[in-house]
Structures are given as C-alpha cells and as structure tokens.
C-alpha cells in the first residue's frame, strides 16, 4: 500500500468516518458536525475536519477559521458514499469471519469435554 492510500486511511478513523458519512446527507457546519462524533471534544473533530480537507475529501465555504457557521461540503459525495458502503462491508463480513472463527472452537471445546467425560465415565 502507497503512503497517501495509508495516510488517507489513517484520517478516516473514528471520527472521521462519522463525519463523512454526516456530510453525505448533505452540507453541515462545524456545530452541526459535532454531533456525530459526542465522545470527542470540539477540539479533535475540528482537527479531523481539517485533516478530511488536507486530503481533499471535504472543503469549507471561505471565511475566517473562528467561524464556526461556515459549511463543511463533501468534494466527492458518491465516490464517498461507495467508499464508506465498501468499508461497512468489510467489517461486516469480517465480523462474520469472528463468528465463525468462535462457533468453531466452542464446537471443538464440546467434542473435546464429551471425550474427556467418555474417559472418565469408563
């Protein structure tokens, strides 16, 4: 994997993906935002919407920084919204590899408790 295909992974942890996917319901200010992210401070959400902008993945309306009012847009909303479903897919089907992963070995821990009765019972 390429530095800017790492990097730009990097900036899309939580709560930069929330933020995203905030913004694919259309333009939001920075107060606006700050509700799909509550556990995080105003502090770290605008940080993280100017790292989603330094990637070019979001841009604000021009004015000044301390002006909260201003709208954050999304520069690609399609191409985010598919990456956004892509990744959602994965965990999701990384979560069923889990699943799995665990049914299985509960299953080998009964088999290996039925044996271990067996023996003890002859």
Same mark, same amino acid.
């Given at each position: 994997?390429?530095?800017?295909?790492?990097?730009?992974?990097?900036?899309?942890?939580?709560?930069?993906?929330?933020?995203? &996917?905030?913004?694919?319901?259309?333009?939001?200010? $920075?107060?606006?935002? %700050? +509700?799909? @992210?509550?556990? #995080?401070?105003?502090?770290?959400?605008?940080?993280?919407?100017?790292?989603?902008?330094?990637?070019?993945?979001?841009?604000?309306?021009?004015?000044?920084?301390?002006?909260?009012? &201003?709208?954050?847009?999304?520069?690609?909303?399609? $191409?985010?919204?598919? %990456? +956004?479903? @892509?990744?959602? #897919?994965?965990?999701?089907?990384?979560?069923?590899?889990?699943?799995?992963?665990?049914?299985?070995?509960?299953?080998?821990?009964?088999?290996?408790?039925?044996?271990?009765?067996?023996?003890?019972?002859?």
């Amino acid at each position: 994997m390429d530095e800017e295909t790492a990097s730009l992974i990097d900036v899309l942890r939580h709560p930069g993906a929330a933020l995203l &996917l905030a913004l694919l319901g259309g333009d939001a200010t $920075e107060d606006e935002l %700050l +509700l799909f @992210a509550p556990n #995080h401070s105003q502090s770290a959400v605008n940080r993280k919407l100017h790292q989603l902008a330094e990637k070019r993945l979001i841009y604000r309306e021009p004015g000044s920084r301390q002006r909260k009012e &201003l709208m954050w847009s999304l520069v690609f909303p399609e $191409e985010t919204d598919q %990456l +956004l479903n @892509a990744a959602a #897919h994965l965990a999701g089907l990384a979560v069923s590899r889990r699943a799995e992963q665990i049914e299985a070995t509960e299953q080998r821990l009964r088999r290996s408790r039925a044996a271990r009765r067996l023996r003890n019972v002859s």
